[in-house]
């Protein structure tokens, strides 16, 4: 069982950046694909970025591409997401998730573990 716990969200103007850091229980999290999904208000929960085991191959959803980065620690058993430059449109809870597909999974359905969420709001 693996337990993901998300932290650094925030209110933060448009333009700002946040980083947000998902700390994982357990000592499989290096063998886990990991990723990051938001889900705003009114709206389904949609995929933000993906990273493999290892970190060499990483993958992130066109909204996000050139302003967003994830990466992961795994002597830390941490993943992270940069988020800069900011947009009121990427207000949303972001969750990471951890699954058992060691690539890259941008499929909400093939992650096995969820954090509770952490909220980010962007004002203009």
């Known amino acids: 069982q693996v337990q993901l716990v998300e932290s650094g969200g925030g209110l933060v103007q448009a333009g700002g950046s946040l980083r947000l850091s998902c700390a994982a229980s357990?000592?499989?999290?290096?063998?886990?694909?990991m990723g990051w999904f938001r889900q705003a208000p009114g709206k389904e929960r949609e995929f933000v970025a993906a990273?493999?085991?290892?970190?060499?191959?990483?993958y992130l959803a066109d909204s996000v591409k050139g302003r967003f980065t994830i990466s992961r620690d795994n002597a830390k058993n941490t993943a992270f997401l940069q988020m800069n430059s900011l947009k009121p449109e990427d207000t949303a809870v972001y969750y990471c998730?951890?699954?058992?597909?060691?690539?890259?999974?941008?499929?909400?359905?093939?992650?096995?573990?969820w954090g509770q969420g952490t909220q980010v709001t962007v004002s203009s």
């Open positions: 998730a951890g699954s058992r597909f060691r690539g890259v999974v941008p499929t909400a359905t093939l992650y096995n573990y």
């Open positions: 357990g000592r499989t999290f290096s063998s886990y694909g």
């Open positions: 990273i493999s085991w290892s970190g060499d191959s990483t």
